[in-house]
């Protein structure tokens, strides 16, 4: 971290690989066993802290552990072929606006060698996933997350192809 006036603290401020920061005029801890190094500007603590449970964050904790614990897996997609995209979006025209231009479009926009290691055809599906359609349409990502929370393993057959890359 630069040590230079106009740097901005807040963004800085994390809990990454067991660091913490936070503003030495805010929290001033000692003990013995931790090893403290002062800045100016801030005091970092390299400790892992264990924080305990807030009674009204379990509740939340538990609703998102038992979101679709009723629902029944998903059995069919790792059947599927592996597709190029094109192909693996095809059964998914009719029921999302414009699905071939934002297909092409990923694919066009995808390198020849992806840097992640996936193919340029598993690459443009993560691209595709994260294009927005312009409104009032509904995008991939959104149609295909309220398909898996809340309608029936049936209705997802379409889109098994496109999850299979």
């Keep these: 971290m630069?040590?230079?006036?106009?740097?901005?603290?807040?963004?800085?401020?994390?809990?990454?690989?067991?660091?913490?920061?936070?503003?030495?005029?805010?929290?001033?801890?000692?003990d013995e066993n931790v090893d403290y190094r002062y800045d100016s500007y801030v005091l970092e603590k390299q400790q892992s802290v264990e924080l305990p449970v807030v009674?009204?964050?379990?509740?939340?904790?538990?609703?998102?552990?038992?979101?679709?614990?009723?629902?029944a897996p998903i059995i069919?997609?790792?059947?599927?072929p592996l597709l190029?995209?094109?192909?693996a979006?095809?059964?998914?025209?009719?029921?999302?606006?414009?699905?071939?231009f934002c297909v092409n479009m990923a694919v066009e926009e995808t390198p020849?060698?992806?840097?992640?290691g996936l193919?340029?055809?598993?690459?443009?599906?993560?691209?595709l996933y994260t294009i927005e359609w312009k409104a009032p349409h509904r995008s991939l990502y959104s149609m295909l997350n309220h398909t898996l929370k809340h309608c029936s393993r049936e209705e997802l057959q379409p889109y098994f192809r496109y999850m299979k890359l």
């Design 76 to 80: 069919g997609y790792a059947d599927e």
């Design 89 to 100: 979006c095809a059964s998914l025209v009719d029921i999302l606006y414009n699905l071939s």
């Design 84 to 87: 190029p995209l094109v192909d």
């Design 55 to 71: 009674e009204g964050n379990q509740n939340s904790t538990n609703e998102i552990e038992n979101h679709g614990a009723g629902e």
């Design 112 to 116: 020849t060698e992806p840097p992640d």
């Design 2 to 30: 630069p040590n230079e006036p106009t740097w901005n603290l807040d963004e800085q401020i994390s809990t990454l690989c067991g660091n913490e920061q936070v503003y030495q005029d805010d929290v001033t801890v000692h």
């Design 119 to 127: 193919t340029i055809n598993e690459s443009a599906a993560i691209r």
